[in-house]
């Protein structure tokens, strides 16, 4: 299969070579350690990192501050590092094998711009401006995160926002009926606005006909 049709967004060959390094460290740690399903380790790139960057098919303000909640071996933090190499991204996740396995990943790759954090979500310190996620968790637990540690760019201009531009909040994939946790989220958070999109991207494989991609921000957050 070409990479075209792996990978669900333009990257350059550098950004390419890094991730299918990563996909292959992936499916050999995951011998020893449950970081993936292992009826998914021969299709970690098209079921697992094609996933994450459909988050990367719009940019994050440079300079911003990311945080994936429940991160496992670096889903989607690692994929979006390389994408997003001018954005500091933390991985969080409760099982220190799989914190630890991100450093490994992010120390042999040369990654920089992506560290972790071994601990509970709700415990976490620091200051983001995005939170990213997985099917880590519901819609309100994980906005409740982030609310936790969110931060507001200071420069955010007064204008048209960018289609280009995610506008800082919560970014996470998703799959299933959203209709609960949606209403859940917004009888505990009244005050947002949520978009649910289908992964278009992906729509070659049936595999995704039923996961999307749902941006959630406060309510009159500009982008960009």
Known sequence: MNSKSVFPISLTEDQERLLREYARMLFDVNKQFNLISREDTNQVLGRHIAHCLCIAKQNVRKGAKVVDWGSGGGLPAIPLAIVWP???????????????????????????????WHGRAEKAEGSFHYSVSRATAPLADLWEWHQRVEIWPSNLKVERPSSNIWAPGLICLKGGDLGEEIGDMNHKFPDLETHVQPLTLLKHDSYFETKCLVHIQKCGTLNG
Do not use: Y
């Open 86 to 116: 001018d954005v500091e991204i933390l991985a969080v996740d409760s099982n220190g094998k799989k914190t630890r396995a991100v450093d490994l990943f992010c120390r042999r790759l040369g990654i920089k711009n992506c560290s972790s």
